[in-house]
């Protein structure tokens, strides 16, 4: 009996014992569940994770081959528009010529154009007797700046020592440089951020037009062009500027044609106030046709008409006149160019006496170079208009008959407004538009009829005051 109740006791405790175990087992299968379960979960984020790097990095290696595509697009256009350039052309087979020659040494400068043209237009420039710059400086005299300014070639310490050189000499060429602007090819540098904001406030439209009521456009325009002679005066941080980078020489208006024959001049402020800018072209020293620069208005009428030169024709013969007589000059007689082209500005001279026509305007040549079909077009004459002006036939018999007046071409009837002609023209003459729309719709002073209405009523009191005098008297 004994025996049995110790098996039996020895079952119950197995029967605990596997009951117990069961349970450790249950939990343990239980934990082992939640770790894969948590293991799972870190999976399913760094897949999602990795989906997102991955993503991105797909998205970023898109982005960057469209701008890889877009650069090699512009690449393409520029070496196509590049191609159509004769002087980068020359350029690029000077460059080849250079490397060809030198490939065993480090090629340290730029190929430069032909000095011999920037050289002969500086001097004649400086040479003049009358209507010479204050300064003028040849950019083909300075080697690799107008290749750099172009963007033909990026900057190197050559260029850049070349660039200090031509900063210096401007700097240094005229005594006070804050009252003189700069000039590119006859193109006046303003500064980019002359304006703060797209539209004139309306103090700058009351100095540009004046506030003496109803201006004519004409008026507007040359209150413009005073205006923006003004904002581009020169200041040492603005040509360092100018030099120091070529964003700033891309966002003006400046043109570099590379043709070895730019020139920058540098012009006293007040030489430009109330002027109009021509271009004369030369063929074999006569002056076959000139044509007015800038927006398509009269500005002769406005300027000359009130100096003694008389009517549209006699002031144009007078400007024809001035394009000959600094011909005539000896270092303008002596240049090897057959045919040329001559940019001046043209000014009413203030103490006109007794003299000749050509005595009553001031003028400042400020751009002169060899006639080619590169010089820009976007006036009056077109490249086939100068092209038959060169074959016009001016002999009479055996004897050679020059042009009484040259084929002048300019606008000479009155505009209602300012047509745009340049970047800051297109920005800011909408604003200048609309303010002489809206003086010219505001009323008369009403000064004059409040006087008329005042010595009205005068004369109707005195009138009523005589009867009520007369009848009191004769009825005493």
Not at 58 to 75: G, N, Q
Request: charged content about 25%; aromatic content about 8%.
């Amino acid at each position: 009996m004994a025996s049995d109740n110790e098996s039996t006791v020895e079952v119950r405790e197995a029967r605990d014992t596997e009951e117990y175990d069961a349970q450790a087992a249950a939990r343990g299968l239980c934990d082992k569940a939640c770790d894969i379960k948590s293991l799972l979960h870190g999976h399913v984020e760094s897949t999602r994770a990795l989906e997102r790097v991955v993503g991105e990095f797909c998205t970023r290696d898109i982005a960057e081959e469209d701008a890889f595509r877009k650069i090699s697009l512009d690449v393409m256009h520029a070496e196509m528009r590049a191609l159509r350039d004769l002087h980068y052309v020359a350029f690029s087979q000077r460059w080849a010529e250079v490397e060809k020659g030198s490939a065993a040494e480090e090629v340290t400068s730029l190929p430069s154009a032909d000095r011999s043209v920037g050289s002969c237009v500086s001097h004649l420039l400086t040479s003049l007797c009358e209507g010479k710059p204050d300064a003028t400086f040849s950019l083909s005299e300075y080697f690799g700046v107008a290749d750099v300014l172009m963007e033909w070639r990026s900057l190197t310490p050559a260029s850049q020592e070349q660039l200090d050189i031509l900063l210096l000499s401007i700097t240094r060429s005229v005594e006070d440089i804050s009252s003189c602007v700069l000039l590119l090819n006859g193109v006046l540098y303003t500064p980019s951020d002359s304006f703060d904001c797209c539209e004139l406030t309306r103090r700058e439209l009351t100095a540009i037009i004046g506030s003496g009521g109803p201006a004519s456009a004409e008026e507007a325009l040359v209150g413009w062009l005073n205006f923006i002679v003004r904002r581009s005066l020169l200041n040492q941080t603005l040509l360092q500027r100018l030099m120091s980078s070529t964003i700033e020489f891309r966002r003006s208006d400046l043109c570099l044609q590379g043709d070895g024959a730019d020139v920058l001049v540098v012009v006293d402020h007040r030489r430009l106030l109330n002027s109009a800018v021509f271009r004369g072209f030369f063929f074999s020293g006569e002056l076959r046709g000139v044509e007015a620069i800038g927006a398509q208005v009269n500005l002769m009428s406005v300027l000359f008409a009130g100096n003694g030169s008389g009517d549209q024709l006699d002031i144009e013969k007078c400007i024809a006149d001035i394009f000959r007589a600094l011909w005539e000059q000896q270092e303008l007689l002596s240049c090897k160019w057959k045919n040329v082209t001559v940019t001046l500005a043209v000014q009413a001279r203030k103490d006109v006496g007794a003299g000749a026509q050509t005595k009553l305007m001031d003028f400042v040549v400020l751009d002169l170079r060899p006639l080619s079909p590169n010089i820009p077009f976007q006036w009056h004459f077109t490249w086939g208009e100068v092209c038959a002006l060169g074959q016009l036939s001016t002999n009479d018999g055996d004897r050679a008959r020059p042009l009484d007046i040259p084929v002048f071409k300019t606008t000479r009837v009155a505009v209602a407004s300012l047509g745009p002609y340049d970047k800051l023209s297109r920005i800011m003459f909408p604003s200048i538009n609309e303010y002489l729309r809206l003086t010219r719709k505001e009323p008369p002073s009403v000064a004059p009829v409040a006087y008329a209405a005042v010595a009205a009523a005068l004369v109707v009191g005195g009138f009523i005051v005589g009867s009520c005098i007369l009848g009191s008297r004769r009825r005493r």
